[in-house]
T-cell receptor, first 116, second 111 residues
């Protein structure tokens, strides 16, 4: 295991539901990330937190709302999603956002989200 | 525009055979290039990382090469095993700490 856990592993929700994805890292890292992975497409960076402060938000729709209560936990709150939001959502952590250029991101197993 | 292109999109080979995956990039300024392996139902795991001055790096049966002049990298897998079935993703970091991800190559090893 990589030291990054995600729950739930699978989620099916309707367009009017509200749900949350959870990520926890046990590596003592200071930066955490949310990515969206769609079939046959590159990973899309959604949000970056460094020392619990959001430092990047790549034009993500407001129906996705991140929360980082401490350096070990990261949430992604979902509300009124669209079917095109169905994808694998990956959480990652690293030592620092702007640390050594060789700093490695460690990924969780992802949450497979299906929006009906 | 910074881009990372991988080929082939998918590949099927027999167990025990060798294969080579390609990655071409147009990222500038370049900092490093990393290959990740992503098993089905798992997140990506780093295999190798190479900086500008490195031409080759090995990790067991995986050998990555980098040609910074032509902006190309390859990942060579020797004596493939069933456990090598996965997606292999190339990602380039620029000097502004931005990561540019390729779409990956899906590799299937058949017995």
């Amino acid at each position: 295991e990589t030291g990054v856990t995600q729950t739930p592993r699978h989620l099916v929700m309707g367009m009017t539901n509200k749900k949350s994805l959870k990520c926890e890292q046990h590596l003592g890292h200071n930066a955490m990330y949310w990515y969206k992975q769609s079939a046959k497409k590159p990973l899309e960076l959604m949000f970056v937190y460094s020392l619990e402060e959001r430092v990047e938000n790549n034009s993500v729709p407001s129906r996705f709302s991140p929360e980082c209560p401490n350096s070990s936990h990261l949430f992604l709150h979902l509300h009124t999603l669209q079917p095109e939001d169905s994808a694998l959502y990956l959480c990652a952590s690293s030592q620092a956002k702007t640390g050594a250029s060789t700093d490695t991101q460690y990924f969780g197993p992802g949450t497979r989200l299906t929006v009906l | 525009k910074n881009q990372v292109e991988q080929s082939p999109q998918s590949l099927i080979i027999l167990e025990g055979k060798n294969c080579t995956l390609q990655c071409n990039y147009t990222v500038s300024p370049f900092s490093n290039l990393r290959w990740y392996k992503q098993d089905t139902g798992r997140g990506p795991v780093s295999l190798t990382i190479m900086t500008f001055s490195e031409n080759t790096k090995s990790n067991g049966r995986y050998t990555a090469t980098l040609d910074a002049d032509t902006k190309q990298s390859s990942l060579h897998i020797t004596a493939s095993q069933l456990s090598d079935s996965a997606s292999y993703i190339c990602v380039v970091r620029d000097s502004n700490y931005q990561l540019i991800w390729g779409a990956g190559t899906k590799l299937i090893i058949k017995p």
